[in-house]
């Protein structure tokens, strides 16, 4: 079946912009998370939503940083005023449950460069 | 707080020979689980093989094998006949029983040459 897919591959910005990124997850996947790949800081979790519950936000680095999830599947992550600090490649995996040991399976990401 | 390290950076190895990629983490936690994944230039991050903390028994997948010592907080990934496919970056990554954020280390850059 349909992998995790994420759009746009790439996405150039001016510093001060804002982005919209997005991911859609396996079809009856109920658990979606977002991770950020940067060379500096390597790979760090970002965001984690499951089913209708409120997601866990712990991992968004400042409060320019948000995400929602409708109607259960489709995510947008969103980050205000972009500054270059944020350039980094945004990854996006979904999981059937949220068993803890479920596989999370990956998208191919999204390459964020801030100008 | 738990943390994965990947003391290789970078590894190389001839087409057919066998690699082996260290990793260790720390964590007080009695049950997780860990993985290999694979990110090649693509930037798709492919499972490699699971491992259940549990589970005395190395993981094993067609020519990836884990060797895994509890004790020792080790979990290494061996590759026997390496292919050219296999050039990518390798991520070590823990999950524990009271999360769902997989903790990644920074990852070993393995070429493989003809």
């Known amino acids: 079946g349909a992998g995790v897919s994420q759009s746009p591959s790439n996405k150039v910005t001016e510093k001060g912009k804002d982005v919209e990124l997005r991911c859609d997850p396996i079809s009856g996947h109920t658990a979606l998370y977002w991770y950020r790949q940067s060379l500096g800081q390597g790979l760090e979790f970002l965001i984690y939503?499951?089913?209708?519950?409120?997601?866990?936000k712990s991992g968004l680095p400042s409060d320019r940083f948000s995400a929602e999830r409708t109607g259960g599947s489709v995510s947008t992550l969103t980050i205000q005023r972009t500054q270059q600090e944020d350039s980094a490649v945004y990854l996006c995996?979904?999981?059937?449950?949220?068993?803890?040991?479920?596989?999370?399976?990956f998208g191919p990401g999204t390459r964020l460069t801030v100008l | 707080a738990q943390t994965v390290t990947q003391s290789q950076p970078e590894m190389s190895v001839q087409e057919a020979e066998t690699v082996t990629l260290s990793c260790t983490y720390d964590?007080?936690?009695?049950?997780?689980?860990l993985f290999w994944y694979k990110q090649p230039p693509s930037r798709q991050m492919i499972l490699v093989i699971r491992?259940?903390?549990?589970?005395?028994q190395n993981a094993t997948e067609n020519r990836f094998s884990v060797n895994f010592q509890k004790a020792a907080k080790s979990f290494s990934l061996k590759i026997s006949d390496s292919q050219l496919g296999d050039t990518a970056m390798y991520f070590c990554a823990f999950i524990s029983n009271s999360g769902y954020a997989l903790n990644f280390g920074k990852g070993t850059s393995l070429l493989v040459t003809p």
């Open positions: 964590t007080s936690e009695n049950n997780y689980y």
């Open positions: 491992q259940e903390a549990y589970k005395q």
């Open positions: 939503f499951q089913g209708n519950s409120a997601p866990d």
């Open positions: 995996a979904s999981s059937p449950r949220s068993g803890t040991f479920d596989t999370q399976y």
